[in-house]
């Protein structure tokens, strides 16, 4: 038998960690229960952290972990898969194809920044979306230093005022302080369709937001979007024109295109529809997770958001679900009743908030240190031990907060 995983984002190895856990405890040896981990690179990329500086260094290596619960990993993208011949066909970085059968999948493939038809985004805007991007990023800020003090070279405007935005924006005064020097002119401006920033943190936090900005001295564009971008800058649909050299795009997300291929229903995301135990009705042998998947979260109509606080624990009860069918074992149905929400807000801190209400509970310096722990220990891999790794992935543990 065996169990083929698609990603290695945070969905992808806690659905390895707790497919495996699962073998393990129902004493099945790996030869009897193959769990096969297919990505590009054995590695996970810290996708939160990466509107910081030194993108490149984040990133954790799977390679040791996967070995220690006996997790079989292939390199390569998977290009298609065949779930009628329960077939995914995968290319590696050679351009070389292999095909890989399977008894179950689970579609872990993410999710990715999506960017509209606007005239001059595919040119000139920047993103932390993916490692590569949030690089050239950086690289294109440090680039700037060559160029002279004039024109918007000082000045970074990034489009959408949701999580990503507004960590990226108040993240930036700092990075570029460390590039220009103390004295530069620096300008940070957010731009959001909405009428009010944060739309999605209700009442409660987003005073403490609005301050936050304030303090920061980001300025904001609200109840207007991007009209065009060119070498100059960004024209919004209000008419205004910011000179700018430096456009970061950070509005809306959609599934990976893989979950495409799968024959079922999806929402306005691409995600998969799933039931309570993460299978894709009417395709045998599939499961989603992660944000390929469009779950609920409980009895009362919350659904898991694209986080990677759901993604760890989707994952987890995905692999564990998925296990679980070909060892004949009972599923774990789905289920995330707490939520909560850590914003970094650059050097004015950050907030916590708990509940699908975001309730606020802590604000700047502690919130800070609980997002740093957040950020630098909870989301990482866990030890390349195997007692350790495997119980790291308990279901019904993962994600708690």
């Not at 079989?72 to 059968?101: F, H, N, P, W």
């Not at 940070?188 to 900005?213: F, K, S, Y």
């Not at 609980?370 to 220990?377: A, C, S």
């Amino acid at each position: 038998m065996r169990l083929v995983i698609i990603g290695a984002g945070f969905a992808g190895m806690y659905a390895a960690l707790s497919a495996a856990r699962l073998r393990d405890i129902q004493g099945v040896s790996p030869r009897d229960l193959e769990i096969a981990l297919v990505a590009p690179e054995p590695t996970l990329v810290v996708r939160p952290r990466l509107y910081e500086q030194k993108p490149e260094t984040l990133t954790a290596p799977l390679q040791e972990v996967l070995k220690a619960i006996d997790v079989v990993y292939v390199q390569g993208s998977a290009e298609t898969v065949d779930t009628k011949s329960r077939m995914v066909d995968i290319c590696d970085a050679k351009g070389a194809k292999t095909s890989l059968s399977y008894d179950r999948l689970v579609v872990a493939t993410g999710s990715r920044l999506f960017r509209p038809n606007i005239p001059g985004l595919a040119e000139h805007a920047f993103s932390v979306d993916q490692l590569d991007d949030a690089i050239a990023l950086d690289r294109h800020l440090h680039s700037l230093t060559e160029r002279p003090a004039r024109n918007g070279r000082d000045t970074v405007v990034v489009a959408g005022g949701g999580f990503t935005g507004i960590e990226t924006a108040t993240e930036m005064p700092a990075r570029l302080r460390s590039i220009f020097g103390n004295s530069a002119k620096l300008r940070v401006v957010i731009v959001d369709r909405n009428n009010a920033i944060a739309p999605d943190m209700g009442a409660g936090p987003r005073p403490v937001i609005e301050g936050a900005l304030r303090k920061l001295g980001v300025e904001t564009r609200l109840g207007a979007g991007v009209a065009s971008l060119d070498k100059t800058g960004v024209t919004l649909t209000s008419g205004e024109h910011i000179e700018a050299e430096t456009v970061i795009w950070a509005a809306g997300m959609r599934a990976a295109p893989l979950t495409a291929q799968i024959p079922a229903e999806r929402d306005s995301f691409g995600r998969l529809l799933v039931d309570r135990d993460l299978r894709v009705p009417g395709v045998p042998g599939v499961f989603a997770t992660g944000d390929a998947a469009r779950a609920a979260c409980d009895d009362v109509g919350n659904y898991a958001l694209m986080s990677c606080q759901h993604a760890v624990r989707m994952g987890a009860f995905a692999g564990n679900n998925a296990a679980a069918e070909l060892l004949g074992v009972a599923p774990k149905h789905y289920h995330q009743e707490v939520y909560a929400t850590c914003l970094d807000l650059g050097e004015a801190g950050a907030i916590f908030t708990r509940g699908w209400d975001r309730k606020l509970e802590l604000v700047g310096g502690e919130a800070k240190k609980t997002k740093q722990q957040i950020n630098t220990v909870w989301i990482y891999p866990p030890q390349a031990k195997r007692a350790a790794a495997l119980a790291s992935a308990d279901p019904e543990r993962v994600g708690e907060v």
